[in-house]
């Protein structure tokens, strides 16, 4: 990880908030939207959701974040013994969810 890389981690992170958030938004609104002609058009989060879920998977490629993406990347040496600070947290966090 470089110090560059924090500005699309933010893009990253950004686009999956606001995929969340108009995802939210459709199971409270429903899919569509009646327009001031009285006319069923589709919801505009739609469009939001999409563009954001498009933006975060293009970024999610570059860092190696998606399974295909990963097929690419170098295979590392496998570790012995303690897990690292990133591993622990991993492991903590995926116990909270279950």
Do not use: C, W
Not at 17 to 22: C, D, E, G, L
Not at 36 to 51: E, M, Q, T
Not at 53 to 75: D, H
Request: glycine share 4%; proline share 4%.
């Amino acid at each position: 990880m470089e110090d560059v890389d924090t500005a699309a981690l933010t893009m990253l992170a950004r686009n999956y908030s606001m995929f969340i958030k108009a995802s939210k938004q459709l199971e409270k609104d429903g899919l569509t939207v009646v327009s001031d002609r009285g006319n069923l058009s589709p919801h505009p989060a739609i469009k939001i959701a999409k563009d954001a879920q498009t933006s975060a998977m293009k970024v999610m490629a570059e860092f190696g974040l998606t399974a295909k993406a990963r097929t690419k990347l170098p295979k590392l040496e496998a570790t012995t013994g303690a897990d690292t600070p990133l591993e622990s947290f991993l492991k903590s966090k995926k116990k909270e969810i279950r």
